[in-house]
């Protein structure tokens, strides 16, 4: 019982206690913080390519593509755990506005609007047309031209704040879109008539992925146009990749090893060249190489926070062995009157428990509270010092995270009150091998 | 301080042995390292000390009086030699009958009171009850541990002190507090180490009746000082030099 008593009472009555709790309290209150909006961000960027990609892709990275899709297609339809199909054609274009000699690169995406719809997300990435996504490619300003979504990058400007000034319609703009067609081997199409398959299209609406890449560079074209330009009509239609959504209850795994023997025996009964080079992959496989390098960013993260962790240790080591030090005097009456080693120990192990739970409290509610208005303080720092953390014209970022996840609280909570009982073992035990005649002759006051 | 025969029936332990030796002492040598220099403080001391008696050790500054004290409260351990305390060789005893020992059997008064500054005077008589109890234990017996150190603190006329903490007393208050202390548990042997030595005559003085008191009561004492006035108080005198009794 005087173990709790007197925890208690160096906890609050010590000002160098307060040392110790606030040290603890800084420390988890930066990686609440710094956690929260990193783990936010590499959630929210995969949750957008997961929206973007559907859950398996099944195609080529060729420009040639694969055929027999639709003969596949039908196939997956009558799958009990496929809830969704869409063929996209996709290829690289060169596109100028009507009238402007400026031409620029872009990456073209014929798609079928409501099965692609159905299969990601792209429908809730429409601006003007997000309720009727049928719409997507019908002009609003004439239904009858044939229309085109444009990666929200390439439309719209920003305000001061990195903001996109929407329109409450899309501007009549007609954009001319070229393509070089190829042939099933790979061939020049139109190689000796011209090259190029051009047709004008007519911008209907903005697509806001929150991917920096797509929305800088993707223009969506409706599927059969798209199917023309690129060469991939006629008697028999190629297709670049299949988007495949599964039901709700199916795992991801699970889901792509179903498709991929379906693929394999689909292909293996066609015999056609071209269907060697598919593959099949889940969303995480195909955006591989966008999300490694962001979960790479998040592990070295951790890892140094490792190190802040080791830091965090000394720092606490440091300040107990000070308030250990101060407390000589203690231990000696408290040996004199038949408190054990172990006890000695004890009594500061349980001190520096309570140093560290107050101290993450503390530091996880200043963190929640910090977070809570993160977004506030930032437009607080970009009105008055023009500073923001991450430049919107840069980095596809809205609002910076701030969920914060209660099993990474509780798990920083937990590691904080372990760094506090590292911390302060070393000078408890040491305190406690201490002799007490040491500790409590008259030369020691 | 108010004595009387409840004072009596509290401090007089109820369980004496048959031996009329509580203490005793056989050849104890202790030295201490200063530097690359061996330095003999205790050179064979035989010492018994009789159950009921008040033993004054008296020396001059360095002569290992406090060494001696420390040495017979199992605080330090002799490099040679026995301690018995009721027969038994302290030396065969482990860690936790050591510490046992010093909570139940033996009191310590020590020149500069070293209370603990966290705890009120109440608590810090009450410690040694505290210690020797897990927090089950203490909750079932906390209210009989309070009421002796608040009896205890009634008969050392600190009553109205219980809630103060250690910074707010004067120093005789202190010392009557730490008395108060090292009497909780009822120990056979009550080992004084200059227990006036931070306090002014007259206050001293009142110290040294409150000993007297103890002792008249059954109390077993020894006590040192490097006065020879102070160690009058006592009823037999024993002088250390050069780390043996002469």
């Known amino acids: ?445 | 301080m108010r004595a009387g025969p409840a004072t009596t029936a509290l401090l007089i332990s109820d369980s004496m042995s048959k031996d009329e030796f509580i203490l005793r002492t056989e050849g104890l040598y202790k030295a201490y390292r200063m530097g690359a220099t061996k330095v003999s403080v205790l050179k064979g001391i035989n010492l018994a000390v009789r159950k009921g008696e008040f033993l004054a050790i008296v020396g001059a500054s360095g002569s290992g009086k406090s060494t001696l004290l420390h040495i017979l409260g199992a605080l330090d351990r002799p490099d040679k030699g026995v301690v018995r305390f009721e027969g038994r060789d302290l030396s065969r005893l482990g860690a936790g009958e050591l510490n046992r020992f010093r909570n139940k059997m033996v009191g310590f008064v020590f020149q500069f009171y070293h209370l603990l500054d966290e705890l009120t005077v109440l608590e810090n008589v009450f410690l040694p009850a505290m210690v020797s109890k897990g927090v089950v234990g203490w909750l079932a017996c906390r209210r009989l541990a309070k009421r002796r150190a608040r009896e205890l603190l009634v008969q050392l006329d600190l009553d109205e002190r219980a809630g103060h903490k250690p910074y707010q007393l004067s120093g005789g208050e202190r010392q009557r507090v730490a008395i108060g202390r090292a009497l909780m548990n009822e120990p056979r042997l009550l080992l004084a180490d200059e227990p006036t030595g931070n306090l002014d005559s007259a206050t001293g003085n009142a110290i040294l009746n409150v000993f007297g008191e103890l002792n008249r009561a059954g109390q077993t004492i020894v006590m040192v000082t490097h006065d020879e006035r102070i160690a009058q108080i006592a009823g037999r005198i024993i002088t250390l030099a050069d780390g043996k009794i002469s």
């Open chain 1, 1 to 445: 019982m005087y173990k709790i008593i007197l925890s208690f009472r160096y906890l609050f009555k010590k000002r160098i206690s307060y040392l110790a709790f606030l040290a603890v309290a800084l420390c988890v209150f930066i990686v609440v913080v710094v956690m929260t909006v990193m783990t936010g961000l590499v959630t929210d960027f995969k949750q957008k390519n997961h929206s973007f990609v559907g859950d398996c892709v099944v195609g080529t990275e060729s420009l040639v593509g694969f055929t027999y899709y639709e003969d596949f297609i039908r196939i997956l339809d009558k799958e009990d755990f496929v809830e969704s199909v869409s063929p996209v054609i996709k290829s690289y274009a060169l596109i100028s506005r009507v009238g402007s000699e400026r031409s620029y690169g872009v990456e073209i995406m014929g798609i079928d609007a409501v099965r692609h719809s159905g299969a990601t997300g792209f429908g809730k990435t429409l601006h003007h047309r997000k309720d009727d996504v049928s719409k997507a490619f019908e002009p609003v300003y004439d239904l009858e031209k044939i229309g085109c979504v444009l990666g929200i990058d390439l439309t719209l400007e920003r305000d001061a704040k990195s903001r996109y000034l929407y329109e409450a319609s899309p501007a009549e703009i007609a954009y001319s879109v070229s393509c070089f067609p190829l042939t099933a081997k790979g061939a020049l199409a139109k190689a000796a008539a011209g090259l190029v398959n051009t047709k004008t299209f007519y911008y209907s609406d903005t697509s806001h992925s929150g991917l920096a890449r797509v929305d800088g560079s993707t223009v969506y074209l409706p599927f059969d146009q798209a199917q023309l330009l690129c060469g991939m009509a006629g008697p028999f239609k190629r297709v670049s990749w299949l988007h495949i959504k599964f039901k709700p209850d199916i795992k991801l795994e699970a889901g792509c090893e179903k498709i991929t023997s379906l693929w394999q025996r689909f292909a293996q009964e066609r015999k056609a060249e071209l269907l060697d080079r598919v593959t099949v992959q889940s969303w995480k496989d195909y955006r591989r190489e966008l999300i490694a390098g962001v979960e790479k960013e998040q592990t070295m993260l951790i890892v140094m926070f490792a190190l802040v962790g080791i830091t965090t240790v000394f720092i606490v080591f440091v300040v107990f062995y000070m308030i250990i030090s101060h407390k000589s005097k203690d231990i000696g009456i408290l040996k004199s009157v038949g408190v054990s080693n172990g006890n000695i120990v004890t009594l500061f192990s349980g001190f520096a428990f309570l140093v560290g739970v107050l101290g993450s409290a503390i530091g996880a509610v200043g963190g929640w509270r910090f977070l809570v208005h993160i977004n506030q303080i930032e437009d607080w720092l970009f009105e008055h010092f023009k500073f923001q953390l991450w430049d919107r014209t840069i980095y596809a970022i809205g609002d910076i995270p701030n969920a914060i996840d209660l099993k990474v609280l509780a798990g920083i909570i937990l590691s904080a009150i372990v760094v506090c009982l590292i911390g302060a073992l070393l000078p408890s035990w040491q305190a406690a091998r201490s002799k007490p005649v040491e500790t409590l002759q008259v030369s020691q006051l």
